[in-house]
């Protein structure tokens, strides 16, 4: 299962491709877009990385996707590294912390783009922070990570690996530092699975895709699921071929469209169709930012 969310427009979409975990799941999102992504550093997700930035072509950059890593994934490896090194991941972990302090400190006082990324290049904030980082692990890496045990040497290695990722949030304040929001919606479709003791077939997963999108889009604009199927529903038995529904979407829908109190006897597997094809639509659309989660 593959969950993207996009919080721009406030939209969130799960899809199940047959099982696969290869980058053809994810390309019809990553090729050609233009915006920022936050995941973590499984490998799929860096074949769309820009290979222009090793040359300097600011230009051809600016025509790609740019990823960006998550910082709490690279912090997992250093908290198990602990036992291990206990000094020497804890530094990385306190500079961490600092990190999302500072993070806390935007979200507290409602600042996000241009603003939160003014807060991150302050003096002595994320963007000396960063720089702090980068010259420990060069120092280790140079060395060939001498005296490093072998959780240490793998936290480091992982960290060297995604950090020019990392840095992304230095360029834009829409980017966050994790994929959290993302495993945070991901982690429901885990439980369920957990109390389900599975999905059961491969069409089953894909409904239960849908239905998840559905849920978790609603959550997105605090809306209740039952009523924007009401009026999805509604709006579909009007609607004409060849007609532009991205006003169906949750996010347009909860202010365009008046909620009424009649049921419509119909089944949700009837639209499952329609909502991909405009999450699909409407998702590519923007230049956005958008998290990635795989299950």
Known sequence: MWEIRANSV????????????????IRPFLDGY????????????????SKDEAYGDAERQQKKGRRSACLVHIRRVFVDAIIENEPESMWFVDEFGRMFAIEHYCATRGLTGDARLAERLKPGNTADIMRRIEERLETYRKSDFAGCGQMLKKALKYAIGEWPAMKRVLECGDVELSNNLSEQMMRRIKMNLKNACNIGSEISA????????????CKM???????????????LRIAKEGEDLTCCLPCHMSFQLKITKNIINRTCCN??????????KYGQKYNDSYIFRFC
């Open 10 to 25: 406030n939209l969130s979409y799960f899809m199940y491709e047959d099982g696969s975990r290869g980058a053809k799941a």
């Open 206 to 217: 894909k409904h239960n895709a849908f239905m998840f999108s559905v849920i978790e889009n």
């Open 271 to 280: 639209f499952c169709l329609p909502y991909i094809l405009l999450v699909l």
């Open 221 to 235: 604009i605090k809306r209740n699921v039952e009523d924007y199927l009401k009026a999805l529903f509604r709006r």
């Open 34 to 49: 233009l915006g920022f992504y936050t995941t973590d550093g499984y490998v799929v997700y860096k074949v769309f990385d």
